[in-house]
């Protein structure tokens, strides 16, 4: 079953990341809208760098769209604004999907069975299939990883850390969503389900009205019926308009920055609006 609505609407997002430098210091950045969601780019999302530097781009290894620069010594804006055309559709649901014998799965999915940097495997394999091994397989199977996840870690932004792991969340009950997603991909990844790590813009249209600041959101796919499809254990529920930055194995394969050398992040902002009408 696919749950689909036929509104077209547009979505505003962007960002401004300003970094002080006390040197020249060379930076990656994974801040580009993924080329899946080509098609339904209004207006693009130009990386804007002030002061001006050369900005030189390639594809990953992923897929994903990287820019690589230098930011000289002192204070450096990043920012963009695009909009990006959603025809309503929310995130797909396939209770019928099924998982897949690992002897079956194509090749390009299995990178996604192993443990990765954030993503411990082998420490959560005798937990996974204690809490798991019973549920049916596929759509369920993965269905209950994200209940659980969302009912066990509390989100706090104030516990935000950049070098919490998946056994980490686990132990620790908080986090934000990088966590749970980290968490939800380990699991998956134990019961012999491919996962993979996704970053972009997920707002709240149709739902009530949330105070909190916007940020960049971290969510999962998994590899069920001969497709990738979405799962957000941290807001466990089907979103409309979610805009795709970035995949990988874990957080580590789509930071949205990585610098070489010493630097502050002096401010960080993220705007996800929808639009009144097409003209605004």
Not at 32 to 56: C, G, M, R, T, W
Not at 196 to 203: E, I, K, L, N, S
């Amino acid at each position: 079953m696919i749950l689909e609505s036929e509104t077209v609407i547009q979505i505003k997002v962007g960002y401004e990341l300003v970094f002080d430098c006390p040197q020249p210091t060379p930076m990656l950045l994974m801040l580009n809208i993924h080329f899946s969601h080509a098609y339904e780019i209004v207006k693009p999302d130009q990386l804007v760098v002030s002061p001006s530097v050369d900005i030189q781009c390639y594809r990953d290894g992923f897929g994903n769209w990287c820019s690589r620069l230098e930011a000289p010594a002192g204070r450096t804006k990043i920012s963009t604004s695009a909009v990006v055309r959603c025809n309503g559709t929310v995130d797909a649901v396939a209770l019928e999907a099924r998982q897949h014998p690992v002897w079956e799965l194509p090749e390009e999915t299995l990178v996604y069975l192993l443990a990765s940097r954030y993503c411990e495997t082998d420490l959560l394999m005798q937990t996974a299939w204690s809490l798991f091994g019973g549920t049916p397989l596929g759509w369920s199977r993965v269905q209950a990883v994200c209940d659980f996840v969302h009912n066990h870690i509390r989100f706090d932004y104030t516990k935000a850390r950049a070098t919490r792991t998946a056994v980490e969340a686990y132990n620790e009950r908080v986090g934000v969503c990088r966590d749970y997603a980290h968490l939800a991909v380990a699991l998956c990844r134990c019961l012999n389900i491919p996962a993979r790590y996704c970053t972009g813009y997920v707002g709240d249209i149709g739902r009530p009205y949330n105070p909190a600041p916007m940020d960049f959101a971290g969510w999962i796919e998994v590899f069920l019926g001969g497709r990738w499809y979405t799962f957000d254990p941290r807001n466990n529920d089907a979103r409309m308009g979610r805009v795709l930055i970035a995949r990988g194995r874990d957080a580590v394969d789509v930071a949205i920055s990585t610098t070489f050398g010493p630097n502050t992040l002096a401010s960080f902002s993220v705007i996800y609006e929808q639009l009144a009408d097409p003209g605004s």
